[in-house]
T-cell receptor, first 111, second 113 residues
């Protein structure tokens, strides 16, 4: 079946360092979305990428969608303690109208 | 305020007991989803519904049941057949039947006594 792999599973960084998480799908995706879940909270939508090779920025966050629409990355520049949480990618497939979530990357920022 | 409401926040189940988790949305969304989240793992799809009176099994439907009698409501029953029910359960909805963004409820933590 379709799978979305996400790495790393955990990442500890010093405040001010950069952070990147990667997602890879076994099949081509219609779009990919990114969500953030704060400790004890629920996932909150960050962004959606639709086009091949698309790059979007939200302040210190940069999101990329691969040319083959099978991989994606989220990069945070100069992390802050407010970035703490688990970041999930979710690939959407028109076949079956389902989202396929990555396993998430838990980010810890050390002040 | 518009949103998705899940209740209860915490739920305890005894052996052999069925329990029902509530999910209500007033966003007028068409599609609703139930996910299970285990510590350190991603979200796994239990059931989803795109329209009233219709729903489909996800990847881990065994031991669970749902209904969609109203557009606003998508309750999940965890049956006694689910032998490892302890998890964080998340309900989500979205406006259409395509790849629109998901809105999540605040979740229900289910534990076994």
């Amino acid at each position: 079946g379709q799978q979305v792999m996400q790495i790393p599973q955990y990442q500890h960084v010093q405040e001010g360092e950069d952070f990147t998480t990667y997602c890879n799908s076994s099949t081509t995706l219609s779009n990919i979305q990114w969500y953030k879940q704060r400790p004890g909270g629920h996932p909150v939508f960050l962004i959606q990428l639709v086009k091949s090779g698309e790059v979007k920025k939200q302040k210190r966050l940069t999101f990329q969608f691969g040319e083959a629409k099978k991989n994606s990355s989220l990069h945070i520049t100069a992390t802050q303690t407010t970035d703490v949480g688990t970041y999930f990618c979710a690939g959407y497939s028109n076949t079956g109208n389902q989202f396929y979530f990555g396993t998430g990357t838990s980010l810890t920022v050390i002040p | 305020d518009g949103g998705i409401t899940q209740s209860p926040k915490y739920l305890f189940r005894k052996e052999g007991q069925n329990v029902t988790l509530s999910c209500e949305q007033n966003l007028n969304h068409d599609a609703m989803y139930w996910y299970r989240q285990d510590p350190g793992q991603g979200l796994r799809l239990i059931y989803y519904s795109q329209i009233v009176n219709d729903f489909q099994k996800g990847d881990i439907a065994e031991g669970y049941s749902v209904s969609r009698e109203k557009k606003e409501s998508f309750p999940l029953t965890v049956t006694s057949a689910q032998k490892n029910p302890t998890a964080f359960y998340l309900c989500a909805s979205k406006i259409g039947t395509g790849g629109e963004k998901l809105f999540f409820g605040s979740g229900t933590q289910l534990s076994v006594l």
